[in-house]
Structure formats: C-alpha cells, structure tokens
C-alpha cells in the first residue's frame, strides 16, 4: 500500500484534481499517482515536473507513430472541421477509403470491416460475428491473453484480469499456449489438446480466437507451423479463426501484421492501437469475403453511435499513409533485429534475466528469480493484479534514468514507437542495464 500523504504532497493542482475526480485504470485507486504530460516530440515525452522519457513501450504498445505525426494529427483536423460527426449510415470519403486501404494491407481475402473505438469493442464484435456465422456459441481462446475488458472480451481473457469478472459469458473455454520457456506443454503439443478439446465440445465451437504473437502477457512467439496448424484445426471442427492484432498488428513485428509472419489468413482480425497510432481511439474487426458474403440476406446485427466516427477514420487513413510513406514496417523489421540482439547482451549479463524474445520491435524480458531456473518473481500483490513488486521497480529505475518501459507478469515489454532509432536503443538498453541490477539484486541467494 503506498503512502498517501506522502505521495498526495508531490502532485500538482491537476494531478490531485484527476486522481480525486478520474478512476485510474486496473488499480487500487489509494495507489494511484497520476502524473501530467505537458508535452511529446518524437519518440519522448515530457511531464509537469520536467522530466523527459524516451518512449520504449509506445505507451500502452500502441503508439507507433511516436508523437509528432503531423499528416494524422492534420487529417483530423481538417475531417472535424468538414464535419465531425455523422450517423454510421452515412458515409465519408476517410472512411471508405480507410476501408479499401484495409482490405490490401491486411492478409488474403480479408476484405470488410466494423469499425468501432477500442480494442475491447474489436473483440466483442468479432465474437458476436463468429457466433451468427457459425450459429455456434462457444469461444476457445487461452490463458496467457488479454481481449479486453467489457464481459465478453473480459470472459474470453486468460489472464488473472478475468477473475473479478467471472462467471462471465457462458462457453468461454480456456487451452494452453505456445510459452516454450514457462509451460511444461511444448507449443506444439499444445495444438493436439486443443485439437481434442474440440473434439470433446462436440464441433460446437464458434471460434478460436488467439493471439499471433502474445502481447500483454509475454511477447509469445509460437513456432512457425503452429498457426497454420491451429486454423486447420478450428475449420476441421467447424470453428473460425480470429486473430486478435490489436497489439501486434500495424508493424509492430516488422509485418504489418503477426498473421503474415505465418502467412495464415484468419477468418476473422481484430485491430485497434497502431490502426490510428493511438491518435484516436479506433478499432476495427476485419472479415474475409467468405464471412462478410453470410451478412448479405442475414442481419449483422451489431452497432455502435461511433461506428466508423469520420475523425478516427481519418486518423486511421492517415496513419496508414504515414506506415507507408514512411517505410516504417520494413525500418521495424530491420532495427528490432538490433533491438533483440541489443536485449540478448542484457541476458548475457544479467542472471535475472531468465529469457529475452520477440520479433521486430515487439520484445519482451522474462525475468527468474533463480539463475538458469525459470523461476518467476512470483510476489504477486492480489489474485487479479498482473504485477510484481521487482519487475515494477524495474520498471520504475529505468524510468528514474529517463525510459519509460511497460511491464507486466513479470516481464518487461518492450514495443516502442516503429521510428524509434539505434541511438534511442541504445540509450534505452542502457538505463534497463542499470535498472535490471535490481533484479539481480533480489534473485534468491543474494545476499
Ligand atoms: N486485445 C489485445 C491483444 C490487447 O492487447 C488489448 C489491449 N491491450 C485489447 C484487446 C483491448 O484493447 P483496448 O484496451 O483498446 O480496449
């Protein structure tokens, strides 16, 4: 529990004001310790009391394009200016445009998107999409994920976020997954079961929905047959896949989508975060033509007010436009090979550093608390908070050296802006090298 006079007598007027009036998010709200922004440029950014942090997590993995993306930051203007706001049954030429330019950059046949304003919203759509397509209504996803945070999103999560949630929808079914490093299920493996337990349902399950590469919960990166294997074995039992790229789509592994690092269409992707590099909230839940052409003489019977909201849409277009002119998922792919050889110099150095992995500029440190061990600092503060108190202050001296980095489970996440650049790197690598001596510090045995 943190100490709240103490920590109430260095906020600013509004610093308490927000944390008297705003809830902050997934916490104890006595610990919460919001802190102003006053300012960003490039890939750093600046708060109240004159600290400057080099964004090494795009904040919550989502701000690809760093913060000085004039062309998105202009295009919103201009739409709000022409028009902000009209009902989803019309039209505007951002979002029809934004649709098109969805269809190419995304997978195969992938051609028709609902758009919404998160994450969560992208979830939920495709989950009721699969369920009319299929007539089924089960969902099997897996433990380490995170799909969101309203009931169906939340249900259909593995992580300990679920908890406070449950019972949840009905016929949200968990499998294992692809951690190589701490399950004692090989990724592969892990397939057969999850090829039985459909069995088991009887071929009554709507979708499988994971994803690609797991973000929040890891950085998992399965082997490379294994999604290919997985949408055959969702369509041998009558299943949709749905892809969930909220987090590793947009560049983030150097594709502009996970999915294309194992050359699988999914049924079904969902989007949100790089879509509009985080200049405004929008989601999106892309379908083949095979899904869409089912809605042509039955009902999609989904919607929302901000469906398709021209300003976001605009975002969305010109983010686009900004990942191509800029080449920024080619320059991901080539400066996360740097990052990751960058990390595994931490993990040469570092007995707390249990394993660094990753693609592109989405990489992540798992943390052990016995060297060569695979042993968690596993202090978990409550059963649904998903830190812990030495990857935290991990987290926390790096940030004291002037890096921002996200961390959860016992693992740093690492997934900074797709412009971030070798020097910045290696700028960043240096405060978590000083950072990770914590961590060293509190592995068992130290004394
Ligand atoms: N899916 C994934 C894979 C995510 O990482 C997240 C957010 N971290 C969500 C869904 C939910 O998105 P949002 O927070 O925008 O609702």
Redesign the pocket.
């Known amino acids: 529990m943190g100490d709240d006079t103490e920590s109430e007598t260095d906020l600013n007027e509004i610093e308490r004001l927000d944390k008297a009036h705003v809830f902050g998010t997934w916490s104890f709200q006595n610990e919460v310790r919001p802190r102003q922004v006053v300012g960003a440029e490039g890939n750093r950014f600046e708060t109240a009391d004159g600290e400057e942090y080099l964004d090494f997590s795009g904040q919550?993995?989502?701000s690809n394009l760093g913060h000085s993306a004039d062309r998105v930051a202009d295009a919103m203007a201009e739409q709000a200016r022409e028009g902000a706001y009209f009902a989803p049954g019309y039209t505007t030429e951002n979002r029809a445009r934004l649709g098109e330019k969805l269809a190419e950059v995304t997978p195969g046949s992938l051609s028709k998107t609902f758009f919404s304003?998160?994450?969560?919203?992208?979830?939920e759509a495709a989950i009721k999409i699969a369920r009319m397509y299929t007539g089924n209504h089960k969902i099997v996803s897996r433990y380490r994920?995170?799909?969101?945070?309203?009931y169906g999103?939340i249900s259909v999560?593995g992580d300990p976020r679920r908890l406070m949630a449950e019972p949840g929808i009905p016929g949200a079914i968990k499998a294992p997954d692809p951690y190589a490093y701490g399950s004692t299920m090989d990724p592969m493996e892990s397939l057969e079961y999850i090829d039985e337990m459909l069995m088991l349902e009887g071929d009554t399950v709507a979708a499988v929905l994971v994803?690609p590469v797991?973000?929040?919960n890891g950085i998992l990166v399965p082997p490379p047959e294994y999604l290919p294997r997985l949408k055959e074995i969702a369509h041998d039992h009558g299943a949709l896949l749905i892809c969930?790229?909220?987090?590793?789509g947009f560049g983030r592994t150097g594709e502009w989508f996970a999915s294309d690092l194992f050359d699988v269409t999914p049924d079904i992707m969902?989007m949100?975060?790089g879509l509009s590099g985080a200049y405004a909230?929008l989601?999106g839940t892309i379908v083949t033509d095979e899904v869409a052409a089912h809605f042509e003489d039955e009902m999609f019977c989904h919607g929302h007010t901000y469906a398709g909201h021209p300003v976001a849409c605009a975002a969305g277009l010109a983010a686009i436009e900004t990942y191509e002119s800029e080449g920024l998922i080619d320059r991901a792919d080539e400066v996360g090979r740097y990052l990751g050889d960058r990390l595994e110099e931490l993990q040469e150095t570092h007995p707390s550093v249990g394993e660094t992995r990753g693609v592109g500029l989405f990489r992540g440190i798992e943390l052990t608390k016995r060297a060569d061990e695979r042993v968690p600092f596993g202090e978990r503060k409550d059963k649904i908070s998903t830190g812990t108190t030495v990857v935290d202050e991990v987290a926390a001296r790096a940030g004291d050296r002037g890096v921002y980095v996200a961390n959860m489970i016992n693992t740093l996440i690492i997934a900074p802006p797709l412009s971030i650049t070798r020097e910045e790197i290696d700028e960043a690598v240096d405060a978590l090298d000083h950072a990770l001596d914590h961590a060293d510090e509190s592995m068992e045995g130290t004394p």
């Not at 304003?117 to 979830?123: D, H, I, L, N, R």
């Open positions: 919550l993995m989502c304003t998160s994450g969560t919203e992208a979830v994920s995170y799909h969101g945070a309203t999103s999560t994803e797991v973000g929040s969930d790229e909220v987090m590793s969902t949100a975060k909230p989601g």
